[in-house]
């Protein structure tokens, strides 16, 4: 009876000792699970603190270079006041100079349009006394620069230019020579057309096509005379002014130059 007692508390320790194993084996176990999954936390915490830095870092990074790029387009727009400011200085020194001109302007103009007026009227007398060649065209340039002087919408320098321009044209035929036809009416009431020979502005002379008729134009006379002592000087003349044969020289009378009034 006493053994069986015995054995019975043996029974019931070896069971609560195999309880108390498998209670602390599940202890055990729970608390290394516990300590994987803190480990884990703290390793996402740490994780996540990175990115957050990592982010930071970016963004200063960031800030920093947008710091530099304002900075440097701060120095180049301090750069491009100052020029602007001289550029600004010289456009206005150069706006007082015009206003300035621009009054000067208007006391030239005032002195430069009667200049003009007197110029025109001095070319009108000196091609009326000259030798009458290409009168239609040269009396038509004469009247052309008396509408230009009447007229609003043409500047004073342009007209200016024109009355130069004209002068330079009648000065450019002293020095030239040229052939033409022109249909010529003496004191007789005859009209016929002849070749017409310039030597610059003090010869002037014609020739029938058949060369039977040759003459002069008298200066001082104000008409054409018949000289037939000239005729195979002139035929010269007319084919050398056409560029037929060489220049050579041929002998002409010559009208000496009329005053003006």
Same mark, same amino acid.
């Given at each position: 009876?006493?053994r069986?007692?015995?054995?019975s !508390?043996r029974?019931?320790?070896? $069971?609560?000792?195999t309880?108390v194993?498998?209670?602390?084996g599940s202890?055990?176990? *729970?608390?290394?699970?516990?300590?994987?999954q803190?480990?884990?936390? !703290?390793? @996402?915490l740490a994780?996540?603190s990175?990115?957050?830095?990592?982010? &930071?870092?970016?963004? @200063?990074?960031?800030?920093e270079d947008q710091?530099?790029?304002?900075?440097?387009?701060?120095?180049?727009?301090?750069?491009?006041?100052?020029?602007?400011g001289? *550029?600004?200085?010289?456009?206005?020194?150069?706006?007082?100079?015009?206003?300035?001109?621009?009054?000067?302007?208007?006391?030239?103009?005032r002195?430069? &349009?009667?200049?003009?007026?007197?110029?025109?009227?001095?070319l009108? *007398? +000196?091609?009326a006394?000259?030798?009458?060649?290409?009168?239609?065209?040269?009396?038509? !340039?004469?009247?052309?620069?008396?509408?230009i002087?009447?007229?609003?919408?043409?500047t004073? $320098?342009?007209?200016?230019?024109?009355?130069?321009?004209?002068?330079?044209?009648?000065?450019d035929y002293?020095?030239?020579s040229?052939?033409?036809? *022109?249909?010529l009416?003496?004191?007789?009431g005859?009209?016929?057309s002849y070749?017409?020979?310039?030597?610059?502005?003090?010869?002037?002379?014609?020739q029938?096509?058949?060369?039977?008729?040759?003459g002069?134009?008298?200066n001082?006379?104000?008409?054409?005379?018949?000289d037939g002592?000239?005729?195979?000087?002139? !035929?010269k003349g007319?084919?050398?002014?056409?560029?037929?044969i060489?220049?050579e020289?041929?002998?002409?009378?010559?009208?000496?130059?009329?005053?003006? +009034?």
């Amino acid at each position: 009876m006493k053994r069986c007692i015995t054995s019975s !508390r043996r029974m019931a320790m070896a $069971a609560v000792a195999t309880s108390v194993i498998t209670f602390s084996g599940s202890v055990y176990a *729970q608390s290394v699970d516990q300590v994987l999954q803190a480990d884990q936390r !703290r390793l @996402t915490l740490a994780q996540e603190s990175q990115e957050r830095i990592n982010k &930071v870092v970016e963004t @200063t990074h960031s800030l920093e270079d947008q710091y530099r790029a304002v900075n440097k387009e701060a120095d180049g727009l301090r750069v491009y006041n100052r020029l602007m400011g001289a *550029q600004t200085d010289s456009q206005q020194a150069t706006l007082d100079d015009i206003a300035l001109s621009m009054d000067q302007v208007d006391v030239i103009n005032r002195q430069i &349009v009667p200049l003009m007026t007197r110029m025109i009227d001095g070319l009108e *007398q +000196s091609v009326a006394l000259d030798v009458p060649f290409l009168m239609e065209e040269r009396t038509e !340039r004469i009247e052309k620069l008396k509408e230009i002087m009447e007229r609003s919408d043409v500047t004073v $320098a342009e007209k200016f230019r024109k009355v130069m321009e004209a002068y330079q044209i009648e000065n450019d035929y002293g020095t030239s020579s040229e052939a033409y036809e *022109q249909t010529l009416t003496f004191e007789d009431g005859d009209t016929r057309s002849y070749s017409i020979l310039r030597i610059g502005r003090v010869g002037l002379y014609y020739q029938s096509e058949d060369a039977k008729i040759t003459g002069r134009w008298d200066n001082q006379a104000r008409k054409w005379v018949p000289d037939g002592s000239i005729r195979n000087e002139i !035929r010269k003349g007319l084919r050398m002014a056409n560029e037929l044969i060489a220049p050579e020289i041929i002998i002409v009378p010559v009208s000496a130059p009329s005053e003006a +009034s």
